[in-house]
């Protein structure tokens, strides 16, 4: 079945300093890669995503990178802020059902 | 635009009560719709989807049952809620890029 690994599970990083959440992945057949920023006490917000297609997509501070041949995307975020400190979850879907398989999320804290 | 209810915000059941969480989208027609529980582990534990009005898929063996009576409602249900049931609680919808769209989620404490 398909499979999602997530790391590290908690980041903690100074204010302006960059940080980067991998995230391995076991479906051949997965074509979507979303992330998605969770506030305390509210659902999971999609920040970016990135298809197959291409290898790198970037949005003003974040960008996303993924490596299809190794199965394995990265979310970099630069210049960090302490609104960046969430939950961030990466998954996968596309495949041959309607589901998207999260990691576990990693614990983001940005101290000012 | 579209849109993703979910209520309520909060809930506090006592061992054994029913459970009826409802989730509505506006905006867009057939979508996939999901239930999801996070514990406080913080991993997203898919409990059921839904392709279409009266189509459900359980995920996870447990005490809970999903119903989809309109082509935008989804209800997450209990007869008997247990301890282990506490969780919070996220709806979501698909649109046709695979794109997850979530709710702001139910906090279910069982007492």
């Known amino acids: 079945g398909e499979n999602v690994e997530q790391h590290p599970s908690t980041l903690s990083v100074q204010e302006g300093d960059s940080a980067v959440i991998k995230c391995t992945y076991s479906?051949?057949?997965?074509?979507?890669f979303p992330w998605y920023k969770q506030e305390l006490g509210k659902g999971p917000q999609l920040i970016i995503d990135?298809?197959?297609?291409?290898g790198e997509k970037k949005d003003q501070r974040i960008a996303v990178t993924l490596n299809k041949t190794a199965k394995h995307f990265s979310l970099h975020i630069t210049e960090t802020q302490p609104e960046d400190s969430a939950v961030y979850f990466c998954?996968?879907?596309?495949?041959?059902?309607?589901?998207?398989?999260f990691g576990k999320g990693t614990l983001l804290t940005v101290n000012p | 635009s579209q849109t993703i209810h979910q209520w309520p915000a909060t809930l506090v059941q006592p061992v054994g009560s029913p459970l009826s969480l409802e989730c509505t989208v506006e905006?867009?027609?057939?979508?996939?719709l999901y239930w999801y529980r996070q514990a406080a582990g913080r991993g997203l534990q898919l409990l059921f989807y839904?392709?279409?009005?009266?189509?459900i898929s359980s995920e996870v063996p447990q005490n809970l049952s999903a119903s989809r009576p309109q082509d935008r409602q989804f209800i997450l249900s209990s007869k008997k809620l247990l301890l282990s049931d506490s969780g919070f609680y996220l709806c979501?919808?698909?649109?046709?890029?695979?794109?997850?769209?979530f709710g702001s989620g139910t906090r279910l404490t069982v007492v």
């Open positions: 998954a996968e879907g596309g495949g041959s059902n309607y589901k998207l398989t």
């Open positions: 479906d051949s057949a997965s074509n979507y």
């Open positions: 905006g867009t027609s057939n979508p996939n």
């Open positions: 979501a919808w698909r649109g046709g890029n695979y794109g997850y769209t």
């Open positions: 839904s392709v279409g009005i009266g189509q």
């Open positions: 990135i298809r197959s297609n291409v």
